[in-house]
């Protein structure tokens, strides 16, 4: 099941520098792991803001909220989903 996912991050003003490379470090190999997987099918950041729009491709809902809540970000996330299924008047045999 597709699920398109927009995550806007709010890393705290008093976070030490440090701290947050070291998030954003693990933050990206996991989200690189689950590419290489197929579950994050797609990553876009969204220009000028701390947010990325991405489609995840999981079994259903339960699948989408245990990988999203093991983010390194995850706590400082706010996240709205999106379920997606074909649209009758797509010309693509695929969800590419």
């Not at 030490?16 to 954003?24: H, I, R, T, V």
């Not at 339960?62 to 996330?77: G, I, K, N």
């Amino acid at each position: 099941m597709l699920f398109h996912v927009r995550m806007d991050v709010h890393l705290p003003h008093t976070m030490p520098e440090a701290e947050a490379a070291e998030l954003k470090r693990v933050e990206k190999a996991k989200a690189q792991a689950l590419q290489a997987e197929g579950k994050w099918r797609h990553l876009w950041r969204i220009a000028g803001q701390y947010s990325n729009v991405s489609i995840f491709d999981v079994a259903d809902v339960d699948e989408l909220h245990a990988l999203v809540s093991t983010l390194p970000l995850f706590p400082f996330m706010t996240i709205q989903v999106m379920p997606l299924c074909r649209h009758p008047s797509s010309i693509h045999q695929d969800d590419r």
